[in-house]
């Protein structure tokens, strides 16, 4: 058994969309990033390839190659999936925001996350909370997540 960790965070930027576990959510920013900034997938994507132990997903889909420019972290979630090599057992996650409110909408990013990566959505936990005011995340400007990976090797 192995076990992988994943942190990512990104500032909001106006005229984008809010993508949070491969869901649009309404809001009146998204995210600033070189794909669709989905914070959620891509700490998950570093704790898969963390626990595999592989390199970040910077060196896999680096920020300055044009063919993932825009390109939905749940396509990058499926290049995770085929590079690595052990077994995912389950998958615990953290979204931290102070806004906007994430709780209707934290099944269908499980959904979307087990479909991607063929696995059962008992499998995958979401949970979000607030840092009440304190820091880039509660002043609004931004949003962060974790995610932990237990791994079994092949």
Do not use: W
């Not at 290049?79 to 099944?107: A, R």
């Amino acid at each position: 058994m192995r076990v992988g960790i994943g942190f990512d965070a990104h500032t909001f930027e106006e005229n984008r969309k809010l993508i949070i576990g491969g869901i649009e959510i309404p809001f009146k920013k998204g995210l600033k990033g070189h794909s669709d900034a989905d914070v959620l997938i891509h700490a998950i994507m570093d704790s898969l390839l963390g626990a595999d132990s592989k390199r970040d997903i910077g060196h896999y889909f680096p920020d300055n190659d044009e063919k993932y420019k825009g390109i939905s972290s749940l396509e990058l979630l499926l290049k995770v999936k085929d590079i690595i090599t052990g077994k995912i057992g389950n998958i615990d996650t953290v979204i931290i925001c102070q806004e906007p409110k994430l709780s209707g909408y934290m099944e269908k990013m499980k959904e979307k996350i087990s479909e991607t990566l063929e696995i059962s959505i008992n499998q995958i936990s979401i949970k979000a909370t607030t840092t009440e005011y304190m820091g880039f995340t509660g002043r609004g400007e931004g949003i962060a997540a974790i995610s932990i990976v237990l791994m079994e090797n092949n």
